[in-house]
């Protein structure tokens, strides 16, 4: 069974494949990833393998695959694995090997994104600081800095050997550095150490912001974008700031209006464009914001609707590969000499204050892998990428709406198509973070030569939908229109997403209906051999996965205060003009509470969540460390598995919030001045972890 299969059938259950993985062919071309001569258009996920414990790595990586989840992306740290010179530590959660052989098993090719510098809000952007004190030239040409990155691409190679694409492993691809904008000879100077050493991947990828100030020759490295809905970098402190705003528009730009992205100079003879105008590499995403960090002074506070609609826009706008950054949430390990956060006392790449313990991400698998909603509401559009992908990848898209984008405007609705010859996909956003967009009325949409439906219709606010036009069916049949979601096509059946406040109708073979029952179990039509299927939006979120009817346990954990919190802490600006979070001293004047454990076996291996209000929360277990939290309105969690077995109660220490911080609070988060513990509480349900 050829390694097609990682795209063309898989299914998004937990059952493993049981082939062994033969090396396929892979290009790529201004559209897509080719595979056997099989276009494909993935979902990558990120997750950083050295952020989540190495017993629940094949748990995770399932999951993600049972997300709709097709390519998984992940930073090889420096500072994780060599934080001493010379000291390399490949054990327990840094076993990158291990990690790449569970990928493996789950017939997941992987996306490896090798530094030297990574930033991912790792200390000295994952440089260690032995590095830095060398004093040798960062991220440069200077032969010092480039021996160390030799070294360091050597042993990651160890690690690697056999699980390349070329021998039959999961390994498709690699990045080199991160975010870099001076001359491409310093990423061609990695790749030229890489190919030395023995990396031999179907294809080299890079970051496409910031500009480059020389660019790498064409073909040589495939650039690959982002988007945001909402930044915690941001240095401003209000609401609703930057040009997050833009990633909710569709356009034919890849250019991030959040994260600098940058217009690239893909080659110097012709910048990287045909002499039709259009880009010769295909348009990737490797950071479209699966959700967010909160930073000290940016308390930023993702809803589940940011994440699809940017996912949504990519693709309508042309995108053929969705890269979410971050898809699963982690915890940042122990560093033998200093925490492993950035932060602005850090002495590289000190932008921001990070937690010390968490990189939760607000992802759709959290920092314990628990399932957020966008988990759910994300998987009907992977499904429609994984299905219809063939087809969607040649389509060109097109804007009929194209007019220029404004924060915040409701004068009209957004829509795109993706068009091939006489079939497309019209792509709708009436979704902008903050923006509470109003429903658009009196609606039709037209492409292909087709108008439809037959009567204007009304867009309900926020509603976000793909629908189909000059769908083929199997034997000739058509689907001329639908005003339903395309979600999934297999085994002879195809199923329609209902979008609420939408009516159904399909226009097959030229007949008109109006569906008005959705149903699972029953077709609403067969045409030809195929079913057709009308389900709910709960239906598509959940299609192809386990039912689970474990009923949710929720325990109340007694507590009890056992200090009031001292006198207040100066908050201090830090060197990059943004307030400075707290140090271990500033914790002996938190307020102090105990948290007792439940006893129950079952309840151990549940998920904790305090809810609380204050300015930072820290959790020690026996006197140590082992979770913090920025508060913004959402409880803090804790994964109760992770404790050893003899710790019977742990210590909250919480700092209390102050009048007027220079901070930035979300509307969900209580800004009273002082701190409380409202609740604690533990459930319990069978795939909660």
């Not at 049981?18 to 996920?45: C, F, Q």
């Not at 091939?420 to 009436?430: C, G, T």
């Not at 389900?535 to 386990?546: M, N």
């Not at 909250?652 to 979300?666: E, K």
């Amino acid at each position: 069974m050829k390694r097609l299969l990682l795209f063309i059938t898989l299914v998004f259950t937990s059952s493993l494949f049981t082939s062994s993985l033969l090396a396929s062919e892979v290009k790529w071309d201004r559209h897509s990833l080719i595979i056997d001569g099989k276009r494909v258009v993935p979902v990558m996920g990120e997750i950083h393998y050295s952020r989540v414990p190495a017993n629940e790595w094949a748990d995770e990586i399932r999951k993600m695959k049972e997300g709709g989840v097709t390519l998984i992306a992940t930073y090889v740290f420096w500072n994780h694995i060599e934080e001493e010179e010379g000291i390399f530590d490949w054990s327990g959660q840094r076993n990158l090997r291990r990690f790449i052989q569970l990928c493996q098993q789950e017939q997941l090719p992987v996306v490896l994104r090798i530094g030297p510098y990574c930033h991912g809000e790792s200390r000295c952007g994952g440089i260690p600081d032995w590095v830095v004190a060398t004093g040798c030239k960062l991220r440069s040409e200077d032969p010092r800095f480039l021996s160390y990155v030799e070294i360091l691409y050597r042993q990651i190679f160890t690690q690697i050997q056999g699980l390349q694409w070329k021998d039959g492993g999961p390994i498709m691809a690699c990045q080199f550095d991160n975010e870099y904008g001076g001359n491409g000879s310093y990423l061609m100077a990695l790749k030229a150490i890489a190919l030395r050493i023995g990396y031999d991947l179907p294809f080299y990828t890079r970051t496409g912001w910031p500009e480059l100030r020389k660019p790498t020759p064409f073909g040589e490295m495939i650039p690959l974008y982002g988007d945001y809905a909402d930044g915690f970098w941001d240095r401003s402190t209000k609401e609703a700031s930057g040009n997050y705003w833009k990633a909710f528009h569709f356009t034919s730009s890849p250019i991030s209006g959040a994260i600098a992205s940058e217009q690239l100079d893909y080659s110097q003879a012709s910048n990287g464009k045909s002499s039709n105008g259009k880009s010769q590499y295909p348009y990737f995403t490797c950071e479209l914001g699966g959700g967010m960090m909160t930073s000290y002074h940016r308390r930023v506070y993702l809803y589940p609707e940011d994440a699809y609609a940017m996912a949504l826009v990519k693709l309508g706008s042309g995108s053929n590969l969705l890269g979410y950054y971050m898809y699963h949430g982690g915890t940042n390990p122990e560093g033998k000499l200093t925490y492993l956060n950035e932060n602005q006392k850090t002495p590289v790449t000190n932008h921001n204050d990070l937690p010390v313990k968490t990189y939760d991400f607000q992802a759709p698998l959290g920092e314990f892998g628990q399932k957020n909603p966008h988990y759910f509401g994300l998987r009907p559009l992977h499904l429609f990428m994984h299905d219809f992908g063939e087809q969607l990848a040649t389509m060109e898209a097109v804007f009929p709406a194209d007019r220029e984008p404004k924060k915040f405007d409701d004068s009209y609705l957004r829509w795109s198509c993706r068009v091939e010859k006489d079939a497309a996909y019209v792509f709708v956003n009436n979704y902008e973070r903050f923006a509470n967009l109003t429903a658009k009325k009196a609606i039709q949409f037209a492409t292909c030569g087709v108008r439809f439906p037959r009567k204007p219709i009304t867009i309900p606010a926020g509603a976000m939908a793909i629908f189909p036009v000059n769908l083929a069916l199997p034997g000739g049949h058509v689907v001329n229109y639908a005003t339903a979601q395309p979600v999934a096509h297999r085994d002879g059946r195809m199923w329609f997403e209902q979008k609420v406040g939408i009516a159904s109708e399909f226009s097959i073979d030229g007949k008109i209906r109006l569906v008005k029952q959705t149903s699972l179990e029953k077709p609403f039509a067969k045409v030809g051999a195929t079913e057709l299927y009308l389900i709910t939006t709960e239906e598509a979120e959940h299609l192809f996965l386990e039912k689970n009817n474990s009923p949710l346990s929720i325990l109340h954990c007694p507590f009890n205060k056992l200090r009031e919190a001292g006198p207040l802490r100066q908050i201090t600006i830090g060197v990059q003009r943004v307030a400075e979070e707290p140090v271990d001293a500033d914790f002996e004047q938190a307020a102090v509470y105990h948290i007792a454990l439940p006893t129950d076996a079952s309840l151990r291996q549940g998920m904790m969540q305090i809810d609380y209000r204050g300015d930072v929360a820290r959790l020690y277990a026996n006197g140590k460390l082992i979770g913090d939290n920025f508060y913004n309105g959402r409880p803090f969690l804790m994964g109760l598995w992770r404790l050893p077995v003899d710790v019977h109660e742990l210590e909250l220490r919480i700092l209390p919030l102050q009048s007027d911080m220079p901070v930035y609070f979300p509307r969900e988060a209580d800004t009273t001045p002082g701190e409380s513990l409202r609740a604690v509480t533990v459930s319990r349900i069978n795939d909660n972890h």
